[in-house]
């Protein structure tokens, strides 16, 4: 057992999960701030240098966990494991963004996928991508080609 | 504040830091399995369709923070939240793993750098990748220019 604590806050444009883009081709270009804690900007030192970061954060709107569900973007269950679904043993989110800006302790950020008010629990620079050409995605690729 | 339940434990030949690859140029081809409980295993369903997964896992054997710190592949301090440092004020890690095979709730995988072990908090499928144009990489792209 762990506990965290967060070390700030997501200011995003969406207020409610309804405006979050979803399904197949859903683009996250919301621009916001990840407003991190006064009394830790000395670890944002540097991070000016990396166009992009992993945002590890808390889905604080979720309730409960369902180990098999229909993601929005498919009509068949998956493993939650297999899905970025909220309700999930620890309610953990993870996203990409891009770095636009530093003022302080305060990131501009591209790329939110989450409500205004999102607790953070960390951030890291995003350092490697897997080859396009290694990259599987599962049942994530077949229902894209069945909407097509 | 919110408490976090490990789902599994991480497998791995690393049984000291020591051994894990550090600096530049590091590769993580080290193989192992990933032992996610027994009463989970549902959650896995059609994770053999990915080809990577993200690992969020805890750095139980971290003690304390240090929001500057040298990381082993430079020679000047920079701030935690710009490097994978384990003592961070959430000692979260994260890394990508390719994944091999599932046997029931047995992941086995390659790219651990994590010790044997090490408590898993979550897994989630890696969808998409920053392309190689667009990623800078800051103080360790300069490092690793150093150290040629």
Not at 29 to 35: P, S
Not at 125 to 136: F, I, K, N, W
């Amino acid at each position: 057992m762990i506990t965290l604590d967060p070390i700030g806050v997501v200011r995003s444009p969406y207020t409610d999960k309804a405006q979050i883009p979803k399904g197949p081709g859903a683009q996250h270009d919301a621009e916001g701030t990840l407003d991190i804690r006064p009394d830790l900007e000395a670890g944002l030192t540097d991070i000016e240098g990396f166009s992009h970061l992993y945002v590890i954060w808390i889905f604080d709107r979720a309730e409960g966990c369902d180990l098999l569900s229909t993601p929005p973007n498919d009509d068949r269950p998956h493993g939650v494991f297999a899905t970025r679904a909220p309700r999930r043993p620890n309610p953990l989110g993870l996203t990409v963004v891009r770095l636009l800006r530093r003022d302080g302790p305060r990131l501009h950020v591209r790329g939110l996928d989450m409500l205004d008010g999102t607790p953070i629990v960390d951030i890291k620079p995003y350092l490697t991508s897997v080859p396009a050409e290694e990259l599987r995605r599962g049942w994530l690729a077949e229902a894209e080609n069945r909407a097509r």
